[in-house]
Antibody
Framework: EVQLVESGGGLVKPGGSLRLSCAAS????????MNWVRQAPGKGLEWVSS????????YYADSVKGRFTISRDNAKNSLYLQMNSLRAEDTAVYYC??????????WGQGTLVTVSS | SYVLTQPPSVSVAPGQTARITCGGN??????VHWYQQKPGQAPVLVVY???DRPSGIPERFSGSNSGNTATLTISRVEAGDEADYYC???????????FGTGTKVTVL
């Protein structure tokens, strides 16, 4: 059974940093691209970032480019999102999702990030 | 950047058919995917590559895509289908994922 479990969310002040993790199990992690998608409270889904299976290709939404860094450790079956210079508008539930060509077939339950003073 | 537009809400009686549109410039040239999200839960993929269904998704869910509009059709709607639905594409010109604005389906 495919499982994705996010962690690392919490309350952080504007301008602060946070590192999210996603632990994967139930599939060959190193064979799949991985993604972060977020959802602000009461709002729709927003794609954040994608990383290919070998980390060769990395993409970011314009809203986070230069502030967020996606990475993965295939030996640890883990996906990460380093978030710097956080803003109030980054407040959201952050989901990790497994990538399949151009879509996301399995999602974690999400971790809440709140940026507030 | 590429924009996907959905109606904010669709209402349907049980047993009837719900159609949710997703508009985008020449969207027919892209692969469109659909997700269902119930309150407090993570999204679930219900249709991928315009019209394919993942295992476990009922045949009542179907999709089509042509021209500037993609459509998710839910036949014989049930109370359990009440949820938010999002379309999604990958914009290869910018190498970014794009989600639609979302549609809330209400079962009357």
């Amino acid at each position: 059974e495919v499982q994705l479990v996010e962690s690392g969310g919490g309350l952080v002040k504007p301008g602060g940093s946070l590192r999210l993790s996603c632990a994967a199990s139930g599939f060959t992690f190193s064979s799949y691209s991985m993604n972060w998608v977020r959802q602000a409270p009461g709002k729709g889904l927003e794609w954040v970032s994608s990383i290919s299976s070998s980390s060769s290709y990395i993409y970011y939404a314009d809203s986070v480019k230069g502030r967020f860094t996606i990475s993965r450790d295939n030996a640890k079956n883990s996906l990460y999102l380093q978030m710097n210079s956080l803003r109030a508008e980054d407040t959201a539930v952050y989901y990790c999702a497994r990538g399949m060509t151009t879509y996301f077939d399995y999602w974690g339950q999400g971790t809440l990030v709140t940026v507030s003073s | 950047s590429y924009v996907l537009t959905q109606p904010p809400s669709v209402s349907v009686a049980p047993g009837q058919t719900a159609r949710i549109t997703c508009g985008g410039n020449n969207i027919g040239s892209k692969s469109v995917h659909w997700y269902q999200q119930k309150p407090g839960q993570a999204p679930v993929l219900v249709v991928y590559d315009d019209s394919d269904r993942p295992s476990g998704i009922p045949e009542r869910f179907s999709g089509s895509n042509s021209g500037n509009t993609a459509t998710l059709t839910i036949s014989r709607v049930e109370a359990g289908d009440e949820a938010d639905y999002y379309c999604q594409v990958w914009d290869s010109s910018s190498d970014q994922g794009v989600f639609g604005t979302g549609t809330k389906v209400t079962v009357l």
